[in-house]
Structures are given as C-alpha cells and as structure tokens.
T-cell receptor, first 117, second 111 residues
Framework: GAVVSQHPSWVICKSGTSVKIECRSLDFQATTMFWYRQFPKQSLMLMATSNEGSKATYEQGVEKDKFLINHASLTLSTLTVTSAHPEDSSFYIC?????????????FGPGTRLLVL | GQSLEQPSEVTAVEGAIVQINCTYQTSGFYGLSWYQQHDGGAPTFLSYNGLDGLEETGRFSSFLSRSDSYGYLLLQELQMKDSASYFCAVKGQTGANNLFFGTGTRLTVIP
C-alpha cells in the first residue's frame, strides 16, 4: 500500500488564489521531505527540501516567498502556492526517504495536479 | 552542477528486449537509480546501482560503469504495461536523499 499520501490529488483554482498541498508519510516518520514539480513531458525538478522543525531549503530559481513550505510534524509537510498564476500549473510531487534509508528507499506521493485558470 | 542525459523516446515490440541508456555528469556520485512513471502517476522505484556491474530484479536489470559515467536499464520480455516514462536519477551533490532526475525516456511498447 501507499506509504506517502498527498492531498488533494488535483485542484483547479483562479489566478491570484493560494493553494495548499499536503504530503503525509504513513506509518513512518520523515524528518525530511522533498517537493518536486513536473511540467508536461518533462522531468521532475526538485523545488525544495522540507525539514522538520527548521526552514526549508530551496533550489536555485525557486521563490521561497511564493512556495511556502511548512514541516510542522514528523509526518506532515505542506506546500502552499501563494498567489498562483497559470504558469504555476503543474504536477507537484512530494517524496520522503524512509528513516535510515538510502536512495533506493525514497517513497513518492501520488502527486497533485494543479491547474490555475 | 549535475546533468543526466537519456534518449527522449524508444519504441519496442511486445516480448522484445529494450535498453535505455543514461550518461551523467555529477560532482560527487552516490549511485544511480531508475524510476518508472506512468502517465499521471508518481515515479516508482525500479532499481539501484551503487557499484559497477549488473543488478537484476525480475524482468528489469540495471547496469553501471562509474568509469564511463554511464548506466542503462534493461527491460526484458516487454509487456504493453511497460509503456511509460523511465528516469535515471542520482542523489544530490552532498549525498543527501534528494534526487536529481535525468531527462527521461518515453517507452512505447507496440504489439
């Protein structure tokens, strides 16, 4: 069964609104989670690393004030797309490494498809 | 920086064998992974090579040559359900668990 969940699975919103996406690790704790973005027919691009109890680390070119990340507990990270615009329409995927795991135990959520009108 | 190059598209016949190549340039190397992604879905882990050589997992095998900065994914006895995108990936530059993905290969299996 799924070990990482995301909610919602898809969302349609008007330009200028904010959208919150939740990523939960199921039955394991994740002090670190990762947020990726994938545009159609392209690869996954890492946006940021979410750290429990501390600030997120953003990749170059990702606006931290636009993509707010909160990792309030060991099983939940949220990504908020603030003042969303059509160019933010994408597939957002989170992942979490299992405690003590190596690369081969990285678990991905099912993704959230965002469409901004 | 890091870059991983893959062929953009591959087409193969059901029952055949197909190889998907990945060449990489990284500062710091912590192994090569392969992921499968069906349309609209999340990536699922297929295979990992930390050392040179071949790793076999059922119909899927993966190979790594660190001296050549090269790896490949081998899919045998192709099935229609294998039609998907395949990505090679490496860890972040510091060896952290974030992944840097290759350009991706779209595999189409035809009858």
């Amino acid at each position: 069964g799924a070990v990482v969940s995301q909610h919602p699975s898809w969302v349609i919103c008007k330009s200028g609104t904010s959208v919150k996406i939740e990523c939960r690790s199921l039955d394991f704790q994740a002090t670190t989670m990762f947020w990726y973005r994938q545009f159609p027919k392209q690869s996954l691009m890492l946006m940021a690393t979410s750290n429990e109890g501390s600030k997120a680390t953003y990749e170059q070119g990702v606006e931290k004030d636009k993509f707010l990340i909160n990792h309030a507990s060991l099983t939940l990270s949220t990504l908020t797309v603030t003042s969303a615009h059509p160019e933010d329409s994408s597939f957002y995927i989170c992942s979490a490494p299992r405690s003590g795991g190596s690369q081969e135990t990285q678990y991905f959520g099912p993704g959230t498809r965002l469409l901004v009108l | 920086g890091q870059s991983l190059e893959q062929p953009s598209e591959v087409t193969a016949v059901e029952g055949a064998i197909v190889q998907i190549n990945c060449t990489y340039q990284t500062s710091g190397f912590y192994g090569l992974s392969w992921y499968q992604q069906h349309d609209g879905g999340a990536p699922t882990f297929l295979s990992y090579n930390g050392l040179d050589g071949l790793e076999e997992t059922g119909r899927f095998s993966s190979f790594l040559s660190r001296s050549d900065s090269y790896g490949y994914l081998l899919l045998q006895e192709l099935q229609m359900k294998d039609s998907a995108s395949y990505f090679c990936a490496v860890k972040g530059q510091t060896g952290a668990n974030n992944l840097f993905f290759g350009t991706g290969t779209r595999l189409t299996v035809i009858p």
